[in-house]
Structures are given as C-alpha cells and as structure tokens.
C-alpha cells in the first residue's frame, strides 16, 4: 500500500510539470507573430504579378508607422515627365514600389522614416502606384493608399491631349479619394466651398468630400432632397459617408455650406450612380475601368475583398470640355 501511495504522487507530480510546460511554450508561440520569410521581393514573383497573399496590409495593427504619401506632383514637359512621391514609414524601413503589383524600385526610409522618389514616366502612361514596406523581423506590410495616374484619352490631335494634365488620385478602403491634379484644372466650386470626388460601391454606399475656406455645417442634397449633413472639420475639410442611401440612375448631388446666418454657398454637380459591374472578379490587371466624358470621369477598380468602388470626379463650371474621341 505504502509503495503503491508512493507511485501515485510521483506520478502526479509528472503530470504538473508536464502541463506546466506545455503552458510556457503555448505563451511563448503566442507572443511571436508570424512572419514572412522573404523580406525582398524575387524577380520571380514580379515577373508575374503579386498575389493577395505575398504582402500583408497596411490596416495591421501591427504597431509600426504605416506607409503614406504626403507630396505627389507632376512636372516636366509635354513629352517627357516626372512624378514626384514623398511619404512617412517606419524609420530606416527597406521600401518598394509597385506598379499594377509589379516591382518598379527599391529603395529606403531615412532614420526619421522620411522617404522621397523621383520617377521618369511616359505622359501616356498609366500607373497604379502602391508601396510596400520591410521591416526588422522579416514582417511586411503594404500600405492602404494607391496613387492613380489616369492619362487624358487621345484625342484628333495626339499631341493636344498629352499636353492636357493627367488624373493623378490618391484612394484607400473606407476613406475618400483625393484629388493631387485633376485633367479638369480644378473642383467644383462657388465661393468659400469646393466639392471634390464622390466615392461609391455597387451597394449604394457613398463617400462625398470637399473643403471649404468659412466655419459651418455642409449639408447634402440627392436630386432635390436632403439626405445627410456633416460639420467641416479641421483645415477646412469636410467628408459624409453613409451606407445604401443613394438609388441607381443620374440625378444633381449638392452641397450646401450652412453658416449662423444661413446658406453661405451652394455647389451642384451632375451625378450618376453606375449599375453593378457584371464581372465581380479581380483582374489579371490592376488597372481601372474609365468612363470618360466631357466634364465628368467615372473610375471603377476591384477591391481587394470583391465588389468594386467607383470615383467619379467633375469639372468645374467654367471648365472647357476635354478631348473624348478615342480610336
């Protein structure tokens, strides 16, 4: 009895430092991310494009300063251009540059995590710009902004439409698109009040966004009838986002900036929601869909996740129609 009592503790007492261990490794495997194992990006994957899956993104909360642009501008001549993109990253964070998911440069945020890139670029060209970064541990993570730069459709006289400024658009998930040059020469405006792109996906959902130089409320209109209002925010910003509001067809959107003694400015524009896109699968390429008018372009690109977002930007009022006619 007295050894069988003996073996029974013993035992016991193998069983708690086993479990005792299994505990510290568990926490251990927990506290350890995975990570990628390639921090560069081979030529073998460029060749062909990037996968979803090769990179992470850059809504992580991976505790590390994400990728974003801060400058971008366009300058040269007619025939040979420059685009300039500077940004913030985490500090001394190794970058790269993709072009419809494909390799264009390599390059390195300062200690500061300041990074600046000049590019050589065909006015013809068109590029959807995004940025990966490298980090310490191997970890990758691709940023949410995209950069598009939409050239001006050719027109009877090549060389005129080349000369025109090309859309140059910053776009991330869930946020509104911005504006860096517009083929239009500028947004709608009407005084202190300026409305810049609407933002859309094949659900009805809708971002709208503009600035503003006066202190009030912007209050939305939807052919005719108010349908939401929004304070201007700081640096005279403003932005309205609702979910399934907005019906199919074409119809006036209009901003209305309301001050502590009435409507201060109005700005319409002629706004059309687009029907669902028949194809809901991402593409071989990454480059947009664009409807092209006179005084109005339409983008529809695939989202990561499926589904499509459409942005469409306007002319101002005193705009001159752009070239159109296409071969």
Do not use: C
């Not at 060209?125 to 598009?148: A, P």
């Not at 593409?283 to 499509?308: C, M, N």
Request: aromatic share 8%.
């Amino acid at each position: 009895m007295r050894y069988r009592l003996l073996w029974m503790v013993l035992l016991g007492l193998g069983l708690a430092f086993i479990l005792l261990v299994g505990v510290q490794f568990t926490s251990a495997v927990s506290n350890n991310p995975i990570v990628s194992d390639n921090p560069i990006i081979s030529d073998e994957e460029t060749s062909s494009g990037l996968s979803d899956d090769a990179v992470g993104s850059g809504s992580v909360d991976s505790g590390l300063t994400p990728v974003f642009f801060r400058t971008i501008s366009e300058y040269g001549l007619a025939t040979e251009k420059k685009l300039r993109l500077n940004g913030t990253s985490e500090p001394n964070a190794v970058l790269t540059l993709l072009n419809e998911n494909t390799r264009l440069r390599q390059f390195k945020s300062d200690e500061s995590g300041n990074w600046d890139i000049v590019l050589d670029i065909d006015p013809k060209q068109t590029l959807v710009l995004e940025v990966v970064m490298f980090v310490e541990g191997d970890l990758s993570i691709r940023g949410d902004e995209t950069i598009y730069r939409l050239p001006v459709p050719r027109g009877d006289k090549e060389e005129d439409s080349f000369a025109l400024p090309a859309l140059i658009m910053v776009s991330a998930p869930g946020g509104p698109s911005r504006i860096v040059q517009s083929p239009f020469g500028g947004s709608p405006t009407n005084g202190p009040l300026s409305m810049g792109p609407i933002d859309y996906d094949d659900r009805g959902g809708v971002i709208l966004s503009g600035t503003t130089a006066a202190e009030g409320r912007v209050r939305i209109y939807a052919g005719g009838e108010a349908f939401g209002e929004t304070r201007v925010g700081a640096g005279g910003r403003w932005n309205f986002i609702a979910g399934n509001l907005l019906p199919r067809g074409e119809y006036p959107i209009a901003a209305e900036l309301i001050g502590p003694e009435g409507v201060k400015a109005r700005v319409t524009v002629p706004f059309e929601l687009l029907p669902p896109s028949k194809n809901n699968e991402k593409s071989a390429s990454d480059l947009p869909d664009v409807k092209y008018e006179p005084f109005r372009w339409q983008v529809r690109r695939t989202l990561i996740g499926g589904g499509h977002q459409t942005t469409a930007i306007f002319a101002p009022q005193e705009a001159e129609a752009l070239i159109v006619t296409q071969d």
